[in-house]
């Protein structure tokens, strides 16, 4: 798979994709990311990006122009598997099931906005999705691109150990978590300054090993996510 991101910041990006599960992923093949400066979309000697917003008011605004420049210039023959999402706190909300489905495009191309946003023909007729990574606002999409891309690189085929591992974590709907919380982790030492790992993951029963874990997941959910809890039937009302 394939990711460009279009930033004024490509500087950024040394950190967040140089460890772990992504940068693995980009070792083997599986990944692909291409960080691309705006300003080398800009004409003018400033290397201007932004302008004031029309009818006044604070801030500045990303400039169409260098935008559709950018993604025209590295998609001169744009087909319609080559998508491009605007991070933006006005987007629809990313999670797991987005992600999931983000996995299996083939090239993603991410528009990172700063200042007061984005000139609004971006949004309009350029970008074929806004997706915004939480309630908040950042200073800019460029550690929203990072969540993305990091959320979408463990899913892809190939890329963690095991082909299922992903099935088991948290919020995966058709995972064994089945749209809940993973179940708590415990390791050595057994005992550690008095608080003990649950016996009954010392034992080695497979099956009440399994019973165990999703109990307290369930359990784990109620106290800090019941609105991820299906809705109770009537009879357990
Ligand atoms: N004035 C905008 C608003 O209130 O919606 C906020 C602009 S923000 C300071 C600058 C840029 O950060 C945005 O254009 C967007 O790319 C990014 N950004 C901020 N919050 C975000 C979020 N929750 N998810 C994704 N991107 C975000």
Redesign the pocket.
Same mark, same amino acid.
């Given at each position: 798979m394939i990711f460009h991101v279009l930033t004024i910041f490509p500087e950024f990006f040394a950190g967040p994709f140089a460890h772990g599960v992504v940068s693995r992923a980009r070792d083997i093949g599986i990944l692909d990311i291409r960080i691309h400066n705006l300003r080398d979309w800009t004409s003018d000697r400033h290397k201007t990006v932004d302008d004031r917003p029309f009818g006044g008011g604070e801030g500045m605004v990303l400039k169409p122009e260098p935008l559709f420049l950018a993604v025209e210039s590295i998609w001169p023959q744009r087909t319609a598997a080559q998508k491009v999402l605007?991070? +933006?706190?006005? &987007?629809r909300r990313f999670d797991q099931a987005m992600a999931n489905g983000l996995s299996r495009e083939a090239e993603l191309l991410l528009i990172?906005?700063? $200042?007061?946003?984005?000139d609004e023909r971006v949004a309009a007729h350029l970008a074929d999705d806004e997706? +915004?990574? &939480?309630? $908040?606002?950042? +200073? &800019?999409?460029e550690l929203?691109a990072a969540v993305v891309i990091d959320t979408v690189a463990r899913l892809l085929p190939g890329v963690l150990g095991n082909e299922t591992s992903a099935a088991f974590d948290s919020f995966q709907e058709s995972g064994h978590t089945e749209g809940l919380l993973d179940c708590p982790h415990w390791t050595r030492p057994a005992d550690f300054r008095g608080w003990k790992a649950p016996e009954v993951l010392l034992n080695g029963n497979h099956e009440e090993i399994r019973r165990f874990r999703s109990q307290a997941a369930r359990e784990k959910t109620a106290r800090l996510r019941p609105d991820l809890l299906p809705p109770a039937r009537p009879e357990e009302e």
């Open positions: 605007l991070l +933006s706190a006005q &987007g990172c906005g700063r $200042y007061e946003g984005v997706i +915004s990574i &939480g309630n $908040y606002v950042l +200073s &800019g999409g929203a």
